[in-house]
């Protein structure tokens, strides 16, 4: 496979590099692998920082600025940050008012995200959690004890980080996070596999022809493999996975999300048919977000998140945002 890179073992410290240049209101610290807004610690405000293995971006480091994250933590691809890293971003972004940690349901962010905030505690920053497991595909996958946490991540850290940025106490802000993730479900579908640096090959066997309905955002095995659907009957088994968890009764933001190598033009054809299939179901759709958010590498796909929201939940996800990922009245 070709791919656009110096050497394999480089190139998380290489796209941190190329990161500090494209965007210099963050500081990037590509030794220890940290990334932080700036102006951070922004006095009064409580700080929420995340991370995870890289190959999802612009998940996380991309949500790092204003309404979102104050710091993010990449670790290798696809491979969990050390505790080092967490604490070193908390004890940077620490204002006082305490540090909210935003972790995806995988094991290895979890072990690590709990020793790290021991770790900071003992250091005199108050640490709360909130972890995001909202894909409805499967149960104790691969690397995940419950569901895995996808999609919903986006909708987690730009809520609570609207909230944060408005002063709220660190226990509003983890209850908001808590929220919003128990309000989000997702589903994702792969066309085929990704490819990672150091295997330079796929990364599963993905028979031409077929496709995998309930994929991880890892290559993780979903609910089945099926011969290739059109783009409306995916959308209609993937609304259908989601809404039978879920079942709102208020009006929902969805985010139809590439996986990193589908097209805008399918990812928008795919989401008319995710709104139509809504429709057919009775759910209200408040605002629509599509685009790749939370990918994986270069695998053809997408996955669908739906967060049933009340007035509040919709102002927050309105306020402005401003981060290399997403951006709103900046």
């Given amino acids: 496979m070709k ?6 073992e480089t190139v ?14 963050l500081a990037v610290d590509v030794e220890n692998r940290v990334v932080v807004r700036r102006d951070a610690p922004v006095p009064g405000k409580v700080a929420l920082v995340s991370g995870g293995g890289s190959g999802h ?11 979102m994250l104050d710091a993010a933590c990449p670790g290798e691809v696809f491979t969990s940050p050390v505790p080092d890293q967490m604490v070193r971003a908390a004890a940077a972004v620490d204002s006082g008012r305490g540090v909210l940690f935003v972790v995806k349901n995988y094991t290895g962010d979890v072990l690590n995200f709990d020793m790290a905030a021991e770790l900071a505690e003992d250091e005199g920053v108050q640490v709360a959690k909130v972890l995001v497991n909202d894909d409805v595909a499967v149960v104790d996958s691969l690397y995940t004890a419950g569901r895995r946490g996808t999609g919903a991540t986006l909708f987690v850290e730009k809520i609570a980080g609207a909230l944060a940025e408005e002063g ?19 589903f994702g579908v792969a066309l085929g596999a ?30 089945e493999r099926r011969p290739m659907m059109i783009s409306g009957e995916i959308a209609d088994f993937a609304v259908d996975a989601v ?12 985010l139809v999300n590439g996986m990193g190598a589908t097209p805008l033009l399918e990812l928008y054809g795919f989401a008319a048919e995710v709104q139509r299939a809504l429709g057919a179901r009775g759910t209200a759709v408040a605002r629509t977000l599509v685009g790749n958010y939370v990918t994986s590498l270069d695998m053809p796909g997408a996955s669908v998140t739906v967060c049933e929201v009340d007035e509040e939940l919709l102002r927050l996800w309105d306020a402005p945002v401003c981060t290399p990922g997403l951006r709103r009245g900046c």
């Fill in 168 to 186: 709220a106490p660190l226990e509003a802000v983890q209850a908001v996070a808590r929220r919003v993730n128990e309000s989000s479900r997702s």
């Fill in 194 to 223: 990704c490819t990672t640096p150091a295997k330079g090959g796929p990364t599963f066997d993905l028979p031409p022809g077929e496709l995998e309905l309930g994929i991880g955002i890892h290559g993780e095995p979903g609910r």
């Fill in 3 to 8: 791919m656009l890179i110096n050497v394999p």
């Fill in 243 to 254: 809404l039978d968890d879920l079942a709102p009764d208020s009006p929902v933001i969805v």
């Fill in 12 to 25: 998380v410290a290489d796209a941190l590099r190329g990161m500090a240049v494209a965007h210099p209101e």
């Fill in 57 to 67: 971006e612009p998940l996380h480091a991309g949500f790092v600025g204003r309404g």
